[in-house]
């Protein structure tokens, strides 16, 4: 019998959170879905917590395989769901339990491909306690930019595309990435799956494509407050390959809508402001102080982007416009940003 709905999580040494995240899916008021969880060689004990809970629940299906990385096993969990819909799962976050019953109805209404929901921001309080967090800040995207009542296409609210993937609080139709042959970018990084991007390519590519994108302002879903620490400079390079990516599928999409392409790059933007501010200690947003390897990826990326979207788009803020004017290869020396 098809689920409606396959709810894919990788997991990777997450026995912290992963107790609290199995429950609350498990708790869930609507029941026709399966968990499909992708165990990606762990070696601390979250093979123990998916184990016991399978006893208890035939509903979760365990796929052990090697560390290929993020992007690997989150393919490896669609290509083998069996769900109408997908909810792509972090192992360190927890639902609201009436999170599938209600984006599920509203994708049927809609006959949506993607519909997206906030989050609420938290963190770990005593980790060792089990369940214990503190909620922090909601992330709304009605309060940052215009969303049409019912289902529309990226191009009537581009603004989507600047900010975090969230693919965590969002439901797929599984027939759309079929139909589309979208899958997710396959990398293995060291700090698995942190600081591998793998959700920028995938996002950007989805919101294009999709025909129909539905957003609720209710807030289902929980998701861990993360602190990116890239652990070596392969890390470092990372959000440059993803945003390249990106690029990609603008040219082989052929868009041309100038607000569209300024919100990618807005996002583009914010990933090399991430570098910086791990590899600028100091603060000078010197590119010259960067590792010669990130110097070429800066110079790379920037030539890709079209310097009159950028100094004459409305999305581009005056922070984001001087600092790709600070990257610009013909401008690497400029001081005083």
Same mark, same amino acid.
């Given at each position: 019998m098809e689920k409606n709905v396959s709810i894919i999580l990788p997991v990777y040494n997450a026995y912290d959170g992963l107790f609290r995240c199995l429950k609350s899916i498990i708790g869930q008021t609507f029941k026709n879905f399966e968990i499909i969880c992708i165990n990606s060689a762990s070696s601390d004990l979250s093979l123990d917590v998916l184990e016991s809970f399978s006893k208890k629940e035939s509903r979760i299906k365990i796929i052990n395989k090697i560390n290929e990385g993020a992007g690997a096993a989150l393919n490896t969990g669609i290509n083998a769901s069996e769900g109408e819909y997908l909810l792509l799962a972090e192992p360190f976050d927890f639902y609201h339990k009436k999170t599938l019953e209600n984006l599920y109805k509203l994708a049927r209404q809609s006959e949506a491909d993607i519909v997206k929901s906030p989050y609420t921001k938290f963190i770990d309080v005593e980790s060792k306690i089990k369940g214990k967090y503190e909620l922090l800040d909601s992330v709304k995207w009605n309060k940052r930019c215009k969303i049409p009542n019912w289902f529309f296409? !990226?191009?009537?609210?581009?603004?989507?595309?600047?900010?975090?993937?969230?693919?965590?609080?969002?439901?797929?139709?599984?027939?759309?990435?079929?139909?589309?042959?979208?899958?997710?970018? /396959?990398?293995?990084?060291?700090?698995?799956?942190?600081?591998?991007?793998?959700?920028?390519?995938?996002?950007?590519?989805?919101?294009?494509?999709?025909?129909? !994108?539905?957003?609720?302002?209710?807030?289902?879903?929980?998701?861990?407050?993360?602190?990116?620490?890239?652990?070596?400079?392969?890390?470092?390079?990372?959000?440059?390959?993803? !945003?390249?990516?990106?690029?990609?599928?603008?040219?082989?999409?052929?868009?041309?809508?100038?607000?569209?392409?300024?919100?990618?790059?807005?996002?583009?933007?914010?990933?090399?402001?991430?570098?910086?501010?791990?590899?600028? /200690?100091?603060?000078?947003?010197?590119?010259?102080?960067?590792?010669? /390897?990130?110097?070429?990826?800066?110079?790379?990326?920037?030539?890709?982007?079209?310097?009159?979207?950028?100094?004459?788009?409305?999305?581009?803020?005056?922070? /984001?416009?001087?600092?790709?004017?600070?990257?610009?290869?013909?401008?690497?020396?400029?001081?005083?940003?």
């Amino acid at each position: 019998m098809e689920k409606n709905v396959s709810i894919i999580l990788p997991v990777y040494n997450a026995y912290d959170g992963l107790f609290r995240c199995l429950k609350s899916i498990i708790g869930q008021t609507f029941k026709n879905f399966e968990i499909i969880c992708i165990n990606s060689a762990s070696s601390d004990l979250s093979l123990d917590v998916l184990e016991s809970f399978s006893k208890k629940e035939s509903r979760i299906k365990i796929i052990n395989k090697i560390n290929e990385g993020a992007g690997a096993a989150l393919n490896t969990g669609i290509n083998a769901s069996e769900g109408e819909y997908l909810l792509l799962a972090e192992p360190f976050d927890f639902y609201h339990k009436k999170t599938l019953e209600n984006l599920y109805k509203l994708a049927r209404q809609s006959e949506a491909d993607i519909v997206k929901s906030p989050y609420t921001k938290f963190i770990d309080v005593e980790s060792k306690i089990k369940g214990k967090y503190e909620l922090l800040d909601s992330v709304k995207w009605n309060k940052r930019c215009k969303i049409p009542n019912w289902f529309f296409r !990226i191009n009537e609210s581009p603004s989507f595309l600047s900010f975090h993937p969230a693919i965590f609080a969002t439901l797929y139709k599984k027939s759309f990435l079929n139909n589309s042959s979208i899958r997710f970018v /396959e990398t293995r990084g060291q700090n698995f799956p942190t600081n591998s991007f793998i959700d920028f390519p995938f996002y950007i590519e989805t919101m294009l494509l999709a025909k129909k !994108i539905v957003y609720t302002d209710n807030i289902y879903s929980y998701h861990r407050k993360a602190e990116f620490d890239f652990q070596n400079l392969e890390e470092c390079i990372s959000p440059f390959d993803r !945003i390249e990516e990106v690029f990609e599928i603008l040219a082989v999409q052929k868009i041309k809508d100038k607000n569209v392409i300024s919100n990618v790059y807005k996002r583009a933007l914010k990933l090399i402001n991430l570098v910086f501010e791990r590899l600028d /200690e100091e603060n000078k947003f010197d590119v010259k102080s960067m590792p010669y /390897e990130i110097q070429l990826r800066i110079e790379k990326v920037i030539s890709l982007m079209d310097e009159d979207i950028i100094n004459s788009s409305l999305f581009i803020d005056d922070f /984001e416009r001087r600092f790709f004017n600070l990257l610009a290869p013909d401008k690497l020396i400029q001081k005083g940003f």
